[in-house]
Antibody
Framework: EVQLVQSGAAVTRPGEFLKISCEAL????????IGWVRQMPGEGLEWMGV????????TYNPSFEGQVTISADRSTNTASLQWTSPKASDSAMYYCIRQEGLKLGAFDLWGQGTLVTVSS | DIQMTQSPSALSASVGDRVTITCRAS??????LNWYQQKPGTAPKLLIYAASNLQSGVPSRFSGSGSGTEFTLTITSLQPEDVATYFC?????????FGQGTKLEIK
């Protein structure tokens, strides 16, 4: 089955390194852009950035550039989102997505979401 | 950035009703417009891509239309399982942006 499976809920303290992951199953990982979308509690959807695992080219939403790092590991078919110094305001639900070029870039596959809580 | 504005923000309709949600863009673009459905407590799901193409597995009561700066999502006969928040999105230019969402409820 084609799916994206995300790591479980994450709880961390402000300033402590945090990394969440997304495993791609059932399709050729290297051939599709994969990225992340943030949803704050009770709010809408914000595109954070995407990476092309074939060559690791990455592009970010300027609102998130410098705040997070997106990476991809072709040996494990896993994309990751990391913070070196998360803040309480980073507490949100994070979804990984697959972008389908043949559908004009639509996000045709979504992970189940990872809830991130940053609290002292 | 391209701003996407949906209307209405919330909508209540009866089972069997025809429902229309509108999405307006701050600048014109081709049909790089997508619609997503998010049911409570779940991840969003792609409904319509490229303005009018039905994603595989999505019921045919959903349809999309529009061009330029105005796009619509139509549900021809509302069903109880359609209770959700609907988002439009442009993938024409970076950064990709979403509308604020339309919350659809059953009367």
């Amino acid at each position: 089955e084609v799916q994206l499976v995300q790591s479980g809920a994450a709880v961390t303290r402000p300033g402590e390194f945090l990394k969440i992951s997304c495993e791609a199953l059932g399709y050729s990982f290297a051939k599709y852009w994969i990225g992340w979308v943030r949803q704050m509690p009770g709010e809408g959807l914000e595109w954070m950035g995407v990476i092309y695992p074939g060559d690791s080219f990455t592009t970010y939403n300027p609102s998130f550039e410098g705040q997070v790092t997106i990476s991809a590991d072709r040996s494990t078919n896993t994309a990751s989102l990391q913070w070196t110094s998360p803040k309480a305001s980073d507490s949100a639900m994070y979804y990984c997505i697959r972008q389908e070029g043949l559908k004009l870039g639509a996000f045709d596959l979504w992970g189940q979401g990872t809830l991130v809580t940053v609290s002292s | 950035d391209i701003q996407m504005t949906q209307s209405p923000s919330a909508l209540s309709a009866s089972v069997g009703d025809r429902v229309t949600i509108t999405c307006r863009a701050s600048q014109t673009f081709n049909n790089y417009l997508n619609w997503y459905q998010q049911k409570p407590g779940t991840a969003p799901k792609l409904l319509i891509y490229a303005a009018s193409n039905l994603q595989s597995g999505v019921p045919s009561r959903f349809s999309g239309s529009g061009s330029g700066t105005e796009f619509t999502l139509t549900i021809t006969s509302l069903q109880p399982e359609d209770v959700a928040t609907y988002f439009c999105q442009q993938t024409y230019s970076l950064p990709y942006t979403f509308g604020q969402g339309t919350k659809l409820e059953i009367k």
